[in-house]
């Protein structure tokens, strides 16, 4: 059961920043002419910002982006203004941890760096804009487990909110929004004239306990949420819009984590809704971090060029135990696609999907293997992929050009694949062969039109719970959510 907790900004002791220090004096004067008896004038003087909402953890101290010179006006480049908030406010991380609150504007800020013991919280008329000047966004590294990065050999832009070995931090709002303002990098890749990897908008490193809720993020210039090398993660209530026809804006990608929840997020973008990665080839298989135990619950895609569920292509770590169900796509290349290649190594197995919905998709399903991206030409030949123990069941799907294109690997089958109680309705011009298998193992039943000889039909009375589904659940399903509240008062003449 969630237990109440509240935070509340007229009860904080703060650094006395400047700003801060005028309000202060403007609240004394106001309170000495109370005092004096026009109390019902100050009434009529007062505004308030409260609301409740719920998080993994409340906060004993809280703060306002304007306490540190904050200026919402759209123009005013706060950068400053959030960097200094969040190095203040993580003196209080060992005395119940602090909130900074960002009111009703436009904050136009660049990268700026989380803390733990944290909430960043954004009022529903909040807009965070993303700095369109290239010199706001320092270089750091690439990943370990890739080698490189994704857009360049070199290394990559920091994201826009971006923390590396934190503990307890919430990013949240009253679904405030995030604009990436990504138009100025998508020309730049197009042109070829990037030297590093563009910047993602929320990007949590070497973390543990981490919620990133309620938020609208528009236009990123690339990934949109990218918890990496992390655990313990509550992805959940977000809306990411980007142009279908935007360069790889990818919705949420869990990468080398465990124990992640992603729930009742709605995503239109130019790429896979949701992307499991685990690194890239020879890199991936060095640093040996896997994703598992992933839960991906009532999610809605709309991606004309991409999959609605993507595992891979980088993922040579490995990716095992994620359970996906309650899936709407709309306009969307694919379902679930499964993407490895020969010199990826790795694994993908026990993969649970049920109760998908879609309309209008090229394929229902999508496995390959010879999705032949490489980072260098360092890869081994000899790393070939595990695919097993792949489930899909209780799918329906109209308007589909074709229900499902699965091609293993030479000499390295799929294998334990397994489609029940799944009827596709195909297009008025959907291909004549509505299945393409090679180098694949499994079963069916059930499956209307009827599979490739591969998935052995296994009757009409077998296809009730036949595809496993685990129904035991995940530790973070069993993460206590508790109430918070803020409130703040703020007087005027």
């Given at each position: 059961m969630a237990q109440p907790c509240t935070s509340s900004a007229t009860s904080t002791l703060l650094p006395v920043t400047p700003a801060r220090l005028r309000k202060m004096m403007l609240w004394t004067v106001l309170g000495v002419i109370c005092f004096l008896g026009r109390a019902a004038e100050c009434r009529r003087g007062r505004i308030s910002d409260s609301f409740e909402y719920s998080a993994i953890s409340c906060r004993a101290h809280t703060a306002s982006i304007t306490d540190f010179g904050g200026v919402g006006d759209g123009q005013?480049?706060?950068?400053?203004?959030?960097?200094?908030?969040?190095?203040?406010l993580s003196q209080y991380g060992p005395d119940g941890g602090a909130q900074l609150f960002v009111p009703a504007g436009r904050w136009l800020t660049g990268s700026f760096n989380l803390t733990s013991?944290?909430?960043?919280?954004?009022?529903?008329?909040?807009?965070?804009?993303?700095?369109?000047?290239?010199?706001?966004?320092?270089?750091?590294?690439?990943?370990?487990?890739?080698?490189?990065?994704?857009?360049?050999?070199?290394?990559?832009?920091?994201?826009?909110?971006?923390?590396?070995?934190?503990?307890?931090?919430?990013?949240a709002g009253e679904n405030g929004t995030i604009d990436g303002q990504g138009d100025l990098w998508w020309q730049q890749f197009h042109k070829k004239k990037l030297k590093y990897t563009r910047p993602y908008l929320i990007e949590i490193m070497h973390s543990n306990n981490i919620q990133i809720s309620n938020l609208t993020l528009l236009n990123s210039p690339s990934w949109n949420v990218?918890?990496?090398?992390?655990?313990?993660?509550?992805?959940?209530g977000i809306t990411i819009l980007a142009p279908v026809t935007s360069p790889n804006t990818d919705g949420i990608n869990p990468d080398s984590?465990?124990?992640?929840?992603?729930?009742?997020?709605?995503?239109?973008?130019?790429?896979?809704?949701?992307?499991?990665?685990?690194?890239?080839?020879?890199?991936?298989?060095?640093?040996?971090?896997?994703?598992?135990?992933l839960a991906i619950r009532r999610l809605t895609c709309i991606s004309p060029y991409s999959a609605t569920i993507a595992l891979g292509s980088e993922m040579s770590g490995g990716i095992q135990d994620v359970r996906a169900e309650d899936i709407v796509a709309v306009g969307t290349e694919s379902g679930v696609r499964i993407k490895t290649a020969v010199g990826r190594g790795g694994y993908v197995k026990d993969i649970y999907v049920r109760g998908m919905t879609l309309h209008t998709m090229k394929w229902a399903f999508w496995m390959t293997g010879n999705y032949g991206s490489h980072p260098d030409t360092h890869y081994d030949p000899k790393a070939v992929p595990a695919i097993q123990g792949v489930n899909y069941r209780d799918v329906v799907a109209d308007n589909v050009t074709m229900a499902a294109r699965l091609e293993g690997i030479s000499g390295d089958p799929f294998t334990g694949i397994c489609i029940s109680n799944v009827t596709i309705g195909m297009a008025r011009k959907a291909k004549k062969v509505p299945w393409t298998c090679a180098d694949i193992?499994?079963?069916?039943?059930?499956?209307?039109?009827?599979?490739?000889?591969?998935?052995?039909?296994?009757?009409?009375e077998k296809a009730a719970g036949m595809c496993?589904?685990?129904?035991?659940?995940?530790?973070?399903?069993?993460?206590?959510?508790?109430?918070?509240?803020?409130?703040?008062?703020?007087?005027?003449?």
């Open positions: 005013t480049l706060n950068t400053k203004a959030f960097q200094e908030a969040v190095h203040q013991h944290f909430t960043l919280f954004l009022h529903k008329d909040a807009v965070l804009l993303a700095s369109q000047d290239i010199t706001d966004w320092p270089v750091i590294d690439p990943l370990p487990s890739y080698g490189r990065g994704r857009d360049a050999a070199g290394g990559r832009y920091i994201s826009l909110i971006f923390g590396t070995n934190l503990t307890d931090v919430v990013v990218h918890p990496v090398y992390s655990s313990n993660i509550i992805v959940q984590c465990t124990n992640t929840r992603i729930e009742d997020c709605y995503i239109v973008s130019g790429d896979d809704c949701v992307a499991v990665k685990s690194g890239w080839d020879e890199y991936g298989i060095a640093y040996g971090m896997p994703t598992k135990q193992e499994g079963i069916s039943s059930s499956v209307t039109p009827p599979p490739c000889g591969q998935l052995a039909d296994q009757g009409p496993d589904f685990p129904e035991d659940p995940l530790p973070i399903d069993t993460v206590e959510i508790k109430k918070c509240s803020y409130s703040a008062t703020n007087y005027y003449v």
